[in-house]
């Protein structure tokens, strides 16, 4: 979905029960709040985030935040 400059962009397999979800965004937004949300909403017991900040006339940024719940 296209949103103004920025865009999400979701992808789902069911049978692997795997999700990626890519946000574009020109304004700052709490990353921590996002995932703890998308965990929240999807159930769910692992996770891999990647964050990469770029940001015209600066390097790339990544960012890795990963997540499992105890017993998962």
């Given at each position: 979905?296209?949103?103004?400059?920025?865009?999400?962009?979701?992808?789902?397999?069911?049978?692997?029960?795997?999700?990626?979800?890519?946000i574009?965004?020109?304004?700052?937004?709490?990353?921590?709040?996002?995932?703890?949300?998308?965990?929240?909403?999807?159930?769910?017991?692992?996770?891999?985030?990647?964050?990469?900040?770029?940001?015209?006339?600066?390097?790339?940024e990544?960012?890795?935040?990963?997540?499992?719940?105890?017993?998962?």
């Amino acid at each position: 979905m296209g949103i103004i400059t920025s865009h999400v962009a979701f992808h789902y397999w069911v049978d692997e029960q795997y999700l990626q979800l890519d946000i574009y965004s020109c304004k700052e937004f709490d990353k921590h709040t996002t995932i703890k949300f998308l965990e929240t909403f999807w159930k769910i017991d692992k996770s891999v985030s990647l964050f990469i900040d770029r940001e015209i006339g600066k390097e790339f940024e990544i960012e890795r935040i990963g997540f499992e719940k105890p017993g998962a």
